[in-house]
């Protein structure tokens, strides 16, 4: 009985390993169609593997696609890239980076929203991230969305007073989160490029150059950050 129910586990396990073999070579090939820049192929390649990292995918692909697409456009594409966040954290809710889109979505949400509905996106997008950084402390990318988050929000005038007041967003505490995640990805040429933007929001243009000046000896490894390697390059020229 006992070598039965051995050699039963056994012709099972077998049988399940090309099923998971095709799910991370699936799960792959969506990855690959966005580091080409193929956001909207990615997304629907991701979000048929019904995992939560593939919705997770989805997720950051209709994001990052919303940016190349028309301003008509990018308020519905966020929606729907919160909703395949969603859909990721119900499959898994200790997938960090499914709470890290959320709160991507979110925050780019913010930018077309009115200022009540900003502001409570804005709070929806730092407990997102706080539960990514719970999940997963080392996600350099969280560390520079909450960089971002206290720049924008607290930002100077009786608008961003008000933001800060409201969420408990502060400008000191933009350099630490942006230090923190150069200091675990220092070859990422996105987090030099978004810590350049923060400190333009907060007055630092000089600490933004130099940002700018690290970011552009860097490679880019994908379409994506191609795009930024070029918009470091032209940012830096500007403030020449």
Request: proline content about 2%; charged content about 15%; cysteine-free.
């Amino acid at each position: 009985m006992r070598r039965t129910l051995m050699l039963s586990l056994v012709l099972t396990a077998t049988a399940l390993t090309p099923a998971l073999a095709q799910g991370a070579a699936s799960q792959q090939a969506a990855q690959a169609l966005y580091d080409q820049g193929s956001w909207q192929a990615a997304a629907t390649a991701g979000a048929a593997l019904n995992t939560s990292a593939g919705f997770a995918l989805a997720a950051e692909a209709t994001t990052a696609g919303a940016g190349l697409s028309p301003d008509g456009q990018k308020r519905a594409l966020f929606q729907k890239a919160q909703g395949y966040a969603d859909q990721a954290i119900r499959l898994d809710p200790q997938n960090a980076g499914a709470y890290f889109e959320k709160a991507r979505a979110q925050g780019r949400l913010a930018q077309f929203s009115g200022v009540f509905e900003s502001l409570s996106l804005a709070k929806e997008v730092k407990k997102n991230l706080d539960q990514a950084l719970k999940l997963r402390p080392t996600m350099a990318g969280a560390y520079v969305a909450l960089g971002l988050w206290n720049a924008t929000l607290d930002s100077g005038g009786l608008k961003g007073a008000v933001a800060a007041q409201q969420t408990g967003a502060r400008k000191a505490n933009v350099a630490p989160a942006f230090e923190r995640a150069v200091a675990l990805e220092p070859a990422v040429i996105t987090h030099r490029l978004e810590y350049a933007n923060a400190l333009i929001l907060t007055g630092n243009k000089a600490g933004a150059a130099a940002q700018l000046q690290k970011a552009v000896t860097l490679s880019a490894t994908n379409f994506w950050e191609q795009r930024d390697l070029a918009a470091a390059q032209a940012l830096l020229a500007k403030l020449k």
